[in-house]
């Protein structure tokens, strides 16, 4: 079967409706759980090991397949070609979060529209690891919208390139199967991916297979946020390019800066520099080259980015999946 160029869309305006499921529900907290089981299995036998984080990941893996073969049964059994679409969409839909990325940062933007500091505080916390007590307003909308470009690498764009690469591989199982391994291993780098004496060996294969994960859409969501931007009123395409390029490197971690630049380029903004995580300083680079004084406004206007190029590379990687097979 060719692959279906509407999988995207549908899983895209299946987000926006219905947004995430409940925790208890939600697959990805599915996979959370029996990470944690399989990491007590393979320290028991292995001990804190970077076998033993290999053997544990891959298991979370294989499990996570597993639970992705026992939803496209049924379906296998109806006579519609269609119908194995259906199980494929719902798999993309819950890799990808584009509405729960939203909200989260329009709680901050609406606390600070209100001159709520300390909900705020508490609002942005929930979405950055760094200490988060002693930010003023800047420091709060300048996190967020760090946040937001982020997420938007590895809560949307990474799971539309590989449903898209799935789907031409394999079909509708290949694209639910490829963007479900790659929200596995982005579950398992936020669980295990720590550089502390507990995950400093167990947790580098899921940190480096997510990186590997990323690395290609990291790069391509770069011209994809300078073609949103020039829909975007307020932010600059041109910006968003020549910064998101010139600062690409100018992160510890091998892709979070190509997004974290353009948007910085885009909004004219320099995010990133010196934070503190449980008290320790980490003296980082900024990132872009405008004001550090992020505003209320510089984060409205990040939200509506992250929702036109979320909108773009949906589009686009749905045009690659009806016009490549005719070839």
Same mark, same amino acid.
């Given at each position: 079967?060719?692959?279906?160029?509407?999988?995207? #869309?549908?899983?895209?305006?299946?987000?926006?409706?219905?947004?995430?499921?409940?925790?208890?529900?939600?697959?990805?907290?599915?996979?959370?759980?029996?990470?944690?089981?399989?990491?007590?299995?393979?320290?028991?036998?292995?001990?804190?090991?970077?076998?033993?984080?290999?053997?544990?990941?891959?298991?979370?893996? %294989?499990?996570?397949?597993?639970?992705?073969?026992?939803?496209?049964?049924?379906?296998?059994?109806?006579?519609?070609?269609?119908?194995?679409?259906?199980?494929? %969409?719902?798999?993309?839909?819950?890799?990808?979060?584009?509405?729960?990325?939203?909200?989260?940062?329009?709680?901050?933007?609406?606390?600070?529209?209100?001159?709520?500091?300390?909900?705020?505080?508490?609002?942005?916390?929930?979405?950055?690891? $760094?200490?988060?007590?002693?930010?003023?307003?800047?420091?709060?909308?300048?996190?967020?919208?760090?946040?937001?470009?982020?997420?938007?690498?590895?809560?949307?764009?990474?799971?539309?390139?590989?449903?898209?690469?799935?789907?031409?591989?394999?079909? #509708?199982?290949?694209?639910?199967?490829?963007?479900?391994?790659? $929200?596995?291993?982005?579950?398992?780098?936020?669980?295990?991916?720590?550089?502390?004496?507990?995950?400093?060996?167990?947790?580098?294969?899921?940190? $480096?297979?997510?990186?590997?994960?990323?690395?290609?859409?990291?790069?391509?969501?770069?011209?994809?946020?300078?073609?949103?931007?020039?829909?975007?009123?307020?932010?600059?395409?041109?910006?968003?390019?020549?910064?998101?390029?010139?600062?690409?490197?100018?992160?510890?971690?091998?892709?979070?800066?190509?997004?974290?630049?353009?948007?910085?380029?885009?909004?004219?903004?320099?995010?990133?520099?010196?934070?503190?995580?449980?008290?320790?300083?980490?003296?980082?680079?900024?990132?872009?080259?405008?004001?550090?004084?992020?505003?209320?406004?510089?984060?409205?206007?990040?939200?509506?980015?992250?929702?036109?190029?979320?909108?773009?590379?949906?589009?686009?990687?749905?045009?690659?999946?009806?016009?490549?097979?005719?070839?």
């Amino acid at each position: 079967m060719f692959p279906c160029p509407f999988i995207l #869309s549908a899983a895209f305006l299946l987000d926006i409706l219905a947004g995430e499921p409940p925790n208890r529900y939600h697959p990805v907290c599915l996979i959370g759980r029996c990470a944690r089981r399989m990491e007590t299995l393979a320290r028991q036998r292995w001990g804190g090991t970077f076998h033993a984080g290999m053997a544990a990941a891959l298991a979370t893996c %294989v499990s996570a397949w597993s639970g992705c073969v026992a939803l496209f049964l049924p379906f296998s059994l109806l006579s519609s070609p269609w119908a194995s679409w259906i199980p494929s %969409v719902l798999v993309i839909y819950i890799c990808m979060a584009p509405r729960s990325l939203a909200e989260h940062a329009r709680n901050v933007e609406n606390a600070l529209r209100s001159g709520n500091e300390e909900e705020a505080r508490r609002s942005v916390s929930m979405i950055v690891g $760094r200490d988060t007590e002693r930010l003023d307003v800047y420091g709060i909308a300048r996190a967020a919208i760090e946040s937001v470009a982020e997420n938007l690498t590895d809560g949307v764009f990474s799971t539309l390139f590989w449903a898209t690469a799935g789907s031409l591989a394999g079909g #509708s199982f290949g694209a639910a199967s490829a963007a479900l391994t790659h $929200r596995v291993f982005n579950t398992l780098d936020a669980m295990w991916g720590k550089k502390n004496d507990r995950y400093r060996h167990f947790g580098t294969f899921a940190a $480096r297979t997510d990186d590997a994960l990323n690395f290609i859409p990291a790069r391509l969501i770069l011209p994809c946020i300078s073609l949103a931007s020039l829909f975007v009123k307020e932010t600059s395409a041109r910006r968003a390019f020549t910064t998101g390029w010139t600062f690409r490197r100018a992160h510890a971690s091998p892709n979070s800066a190509w997004s974290e630049a353009a948007f910085a380029g885009a909004l004219g903004l320099s995010i990133g520099g010196p934070v503190s995580y449980k008290g320790i300083p980490a003296d980082y680079p900024w990132i872009g080259a405008g004001r550090t004084e992020a505003t209320v406004k510089d984060l409205s206007l990040a939200i509506r980015l992250m929702w036109m190029t979320a909108a773009a590379g949906t589009a686009i990687f749905s045009l690659i999946l009806f016009f490549i097979p005719r070839f």
